[in-house]
Antibody
Framework: QVQLQESGPGLVKPSGTLSLTCAVS?????????WSWIRQPPGKGLEWIGE???????NYNPSLKSRVTISVDKSKNQFSLKLSSVTAADTAVYYC????????????????WGQGTLVTVSS | SYVLTQPPSVSVAPGKTARITCGGN??????VHWYQQKPGQAPVLVIY???DRPSGIPERFSGSNSGNTATLTISRVEAGDEADYYC????????????FGGGTKLTVL
């Protein structure tokens, strides 16, 4: 059973870069799945950030695209998120998740999710 | 971009049926997926492909999708069903974008 675990600093200074890693266990990141990052500001809803395939292909939320980089490390079975020029508005719980379904047919859902990690942007 | 509209809250008595809606322009032409999120926990998939249930999800959870509204139905509601529920689709109107509804807080009275 695939499990995901996020890790990274819980505090980032304004204008800095948020960096998180998602470790995949119980399965291979090189399987036929995309892998996503999703965030949730405190008390608010879910926002999709972006996704990556093991080949390195990526897709990003247009609203964040200029600041986001997602990469994959197949040797460590993990993928990572970098979000630059952060502000207080980027304070959120960040989740990683596996994308299931058929992206080619424009159908997909997220399962499972990692437990999430809170990142606070503050000086 | 594509907008999914959910009621902020739904209340239901134990043992009754809860219906949580997710509105969107011609959403019936899309596949809708639903997540349950309890306080302090990550979301959990409860319905995919409009009406399919992942293994381990009770039969009390069901889904439907037609026209401009998708619905998550929870029968014989239990106290443990109290949570936030989110719908999600693929936004084909923009450059590869997954979209979530704003979420609905289900309160069990």
């Amino acid at each position: 059973q695939v499990q995901l675990q996020e890790s990274g600093p819980g505090l980032v200074k304004p204008s800095g870069t948020l960096s998180l890693t998602c470790a995949v266990s119980g399965g291979s990141i090189s399987s036929s799945n995309w892998w996503s990052w999703i965030r949730q500001p405190p008390g608010k809803g879910l926002e999709w950030i972006g996704e990556i395939y093991h080949s390195g292909s990526t897709n990003y939320n247009p609203s964040l695209k200029s600041r986001v980089t997602i990469s994959v490390d197949k040797s460590k079975n993990q993928f990572s998120l970098k979000l630059s020029s952060v502000t207080a508005a980027d304070t959120a719980v960040y989740y990683c998740a596996r994308v299931m379904g058929n992206i080619a047919a424009a159908v997909g859902w997220f399962d499972p999710w990692g437990q999430g990690t809170l990142v606070t942007v503050s000086s | 971009s594509y907008v999914l509209t959910q009621p902020p809250s739904v209340s239901v008595a134990p043992g009754k049926t809860a219906r949580i809606t997710c509105g969107g322009n011609n959403i019936g032409s899309k596949s809708v997926h639903w997540y349950q999120q309890k306080p302090g926990q990550a979301p959990v998939l409860v319905i995919y492909y409009d009406s399919d249930r992942p293994s381990g999800i009770p039969e009390r959870f069901s889904g439907s999708n037609s026209g401009n509204t998708a619905t998550l139905t929870i029968s014989r509601v239990e106290a443990g069903d109290e949570a936030d529920y989110y719908c999600q689709v693929w936004d084909s109107s923009s450059d590869h974008h997954w979209v979530f509804g704003g979420g609905t807080k289900l309160t069990v009275l």
